[in-house]
């Protein structure tokens, strides 16, 4: 869809799943911080009017939140960004303390982290120590123990 604005897109897709997690949602645009509001995405149309009118891009991702793991606040919703990442996840990790010992370097994970800000840290780490995304996601893959989804901007 290369130069097509795929954000009225992806807000039509917000509202078709707002069903799946009503505590918050977010946006991410490459070069841009994550938007993100807490509460129902059908409460939401003024900002979305906003983002539709002020944003244009050719990819995007977005999350609705239903929190398994990690505290209802605006921190946890989602996409998060971690340096140049921005990462949305749908499940749950449930190694999340393992997990947040390997992470690396002067990260600080706070001892209430979601699931998804510990992998999001620790696949910036491997991927600043492997060279790449594929390697570190390979990685990854085998120190996570549960059930998940990512998708990545």
């Given at each position: 869809?290369?130069?097509?604005?795929?954000?009225?897109?992806?807000?039509?897709?917000?509202?078709?799943?707002?069903?799946?997690?009503?505590?918050?949602?977010?946006?991410?645009?490459?070069n841009k911080e994550?938007?993100?509001?807490?509460?129902?995405?059908?409460?939401?149309?003024?900002?979305?009017?906003?983002?539709?009118?002020?944003?244009?891009?050719?990819?995007?991702?977005?999350?609705?939140?239903?929190?398994?793991?990690?505290?209802?606040?605006?921190?946890?919703?989602?996409?998060?960004?971690?340096?140049?990442?921005?990462?949305?996840?749908?499940?749950?990790?449930?190694?999340?303390?393992?997990?947040?010992?390997?992470?690396?370097?002067?990260?600080?994970?706070?001892?209430?982290?979601?699931?998804?800000?510990?992998?999001?840290?620790?696949?910036?780490?491997?991927?600043?120590?492997?060279?790449?995304?594929?390697?570190?996601?390979?990685?990854?893959?085998?120190?996570?123990?549960?059930?998940?989804?990512?998708t990545f901007l």
């Amino acid at each position: 869809m290369d130069g097509v604005n795929v954000i009225p897109m992806l807000i039509d897709s917000l509202r078709a799943l707002q069903h799946r997690g009503q505590e918050a949602w977010g946006i991410a645009i490459p070069n841009k911080e994550p938007l993100k509001k807490m509460g129902l995405v059908s409460a939401s149309a003024t900002d979305f009017k906003r983002i539709s009118q002020e944003y244009s891009s050719s990819s995007a991702i977005g999350h609705v939140r239903y929190s398994t793991i990690g505290k209802s606040n605006l921190n946890n919703a989602q996409p998060l960004k971690v340096k140049d990442l921005c990462i949305a996840h749908n499940g749950t990790i449930s190694n999340v303390g393992e997990l947040s010992n390997l992470v690396g370097g002067c990260s600080f994970t706070p001892q209430n982290a979601s699931d998804t800000l510990v992998a999001a840290q620790r696949l910036v780490s491997l991927m600043a120590d492997k060279g790449s995304m594929a390697s570190a996601l390979r990685i990854l893959k085998n120190e996570m123990i549960g059930s998940y989804c990512f998708t990545f901007l």
